[in-house]
Each structure stands twice: as structure tokens, then as C-alpha cells.
């Protein structure tokens, strides 16, 4: 059984960082997009950054320069690191897995999200 877990997040005050941490279990990262979401209340789920089955990383275009998204594969853990953090910031955040590409079926897996909220 897959299983994705978060943690990390909290209050935070406006100018300050994070890191949010998302174990795996279940699958190997091989083959699979790594992703983190964010979502508002009464809002959908809005794609923050990933790192692709074949390596690359890719961040949001507007959020470029404060979010870092990365990995470490015999840990079988994501991370994402958020700096210069605003009161617009504030989210559940979720991480997601995706594949994988080398064979079907391909399948998205959710964990539950964490929040972050970013206030003085």
C-alpha cells in the first residue's frame, strides 16, 4: 500500500521559512513525477513544484526564487523548502506521487497535507 506522509509546516511568521517533509512508503521514487500542491479553503489543489521521472526540477513561475523542491532517494523523502514566507502563503500543503512512466497503470497518490500558516 502506498503511502504518503507530511510533516513539517506550522505557524509561521511573515519573512520566515519552512521545510516540509513527505515520506513514502509502498513505492521507489523510480520512474515517478514528484509534486507538492497547495490549497485554500474553497479552493482547488494548485500545482507548486516538481521533480520529474527524469530528473528535472520545476517550480511555479511566480514563486520562483522562494520555494526549493528536493530529495533524497534512500530516504525515500521529498522536501519542500519555502523562504520569504507571506501571509499569502498560507495553505495546506500536500505532496503527491505520479507513475510510474515505465509501465502502466500509471496512478496519483495523495498524502493528507499539512498546513502552513503565515502570521505575525
Known amino acids: 500500500q502506498v503511502q504518503l506522509v507530511e510533516s513539517g509546516g506550522g505557524l509561521v511568521q511573515p519573512g520566515g521559512s519552512t521545510r516540509l517533509s513527505c515520506t513514502i512508503s509502498?513505492?521507489?521514487?523510480?520512474?515517478?513525477?514528484l509534486n507538492w500542491y497547495r490549497q485554500i479553503p474553497g479552493n482547488g489543489r494548485d500545482w507548486v513544484a516538481r521533480?520529474?521521472?527524469?530528473?528535472?526540477?520545476y517550480i511555479k513561475a511566480y514563486l520562483k526564487g522562494g520555494f526549493t523542491i528536493s530529495k533524497v532517494d534512500g530516504e525515500n523523502t521529498m522536501y519542500l523548502d519555502v523562504d520569504h514566507l507571506q501571509p499569502e502563503d498560507t495553505a495546506k500543503y500536500l505532496c503527491?506521487?505520479?507513475?510510474?512512466?515505465?509501465?502502466?497503470?500509471?496512478?496519483?497518490?495523495w498524502g493528507r497535507g499539512i498546513q502552513v500558516t503565515v502570521a505575525s
Open positions: 503527491n506521487v505520479y507513475g510510474p512512466y515505465d509501465g502502466p497503470p500509471r496512478r496519483s497518490h
Open positions: 521533480i520529474g521521472h527524469t530528473g528535472g526540477g
Open positions: 509502498g513505492i521507489t521514487f523510480a520512474g515517478h513525477d
